[in-house]
């Protein structure tokens, strides 16, 4: 049984991978901020363990942590997936997004990694895969300080995928397109537009499950329609 520590699990992507691996009968700890979402998931999920944290608060990531390796030594998986969403162009949305898109979608995944990393070099194993998105790579024009902090949170995986090679540490980059969650609410599109997120955490899933000689480095998936557009709202 293999120790798997997902961020933002209560909902969406991150529910998705927890139930997943969870159903292999792996430990799976999940995190989140909301303590309500989090009793929902154990009430559905027997043995999942929840640990309550908001990956931008610094101090509540180190305290996460050191609750987990005091616990457990280390992890055999990081899901760095917690994230938020907000649409908005450079020129138009306020002052302060870069930073709240920054602090929510890279620099908790960035400190998490970097306290459970230690753990894993001196196993010689282990896996960190983050949860990028198509924005990772494609600009668009409603994009903005979302779209920089996806870039950056995937430049983060590519580099510490070299550094990780001689290491046996395996870190993947999961770029998924639009993906039926929460982040979508309100949108006026029907579910088959996107993706379910039970796909995605399949993919999580597949790449978890090659030998330790092999590695996905990116996993790009996107609606089968293609990239939700203007087009969408005609
Ligand atoms: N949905 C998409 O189309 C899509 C596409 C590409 C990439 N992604 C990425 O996939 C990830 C998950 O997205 P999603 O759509 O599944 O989101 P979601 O349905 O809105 O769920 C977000 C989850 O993260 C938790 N969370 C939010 N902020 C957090 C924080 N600061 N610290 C800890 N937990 C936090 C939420 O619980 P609490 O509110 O209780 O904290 C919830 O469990 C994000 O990184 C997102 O950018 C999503």
Request: proline share 5%; with cysteine.
């Amino acid at each position: 049984m293999s120790v798997i520590l997902v961020t933002g699990a209560s909902r969406g992507i991150g529910r998705a991978i927890v139930k997943r691996f969870a159903r292999e009968h792996h430990h799976v700890i999940a995190c989140a901020r909301g303590r309500q979402g989090l009793d929902a998931l154990a009430a559905e999920v027997p043995g999942v363990e929840c640990l309550a944290c908001d990956v931008r608060d610094a101090a509540a990531v180190d305290a996460l942590a050191n609750a987990v390796s005091g616990r457990h030594g280390a992890v055999d998986l990081l899901v760095n997936n917690a994230g938020a969403f907000q649409p908005g162009s450079i020129a138009g949305e306020a002052d302060g997004v870069l930073e709240a898109m920054l602090q929510a979608n890279l620099f908790g995944a960035y400190r998490l990694t970097r306290r459970l990393l230690p753990a894993m070099v001196a196993r010689r194993r282990g896996m960190v895969l983050n949860v990028c998105s198509t924005a990772s790579i494609a600009a668009y024009p409603n994009g903005g300080s979302y779209s920089i902090a996806k870039h950056a949170l995937y430049g983060f995986t590519r580099n510490l995928r070299e550094e990780m090679k001689p290491h046996g540490v395996r870190v993947v980059a999961l770029l998924p397109g639009a993906t039926h969650t929460d982040s979508w609410a309100g949108v006026p599109l029907p579910p088959e537009r996107f993706m379910p997120a039970e796909d995605v955490a399949e993919m999580a899933w597949a790449a978890w499950n090659l030998s330790p000689r092999s590695v996905v480095e990116d996993i790009l998936l996107r609606p089968q329609r293609g990239d939700i557009g203007e087009a969408d709202f005609q």
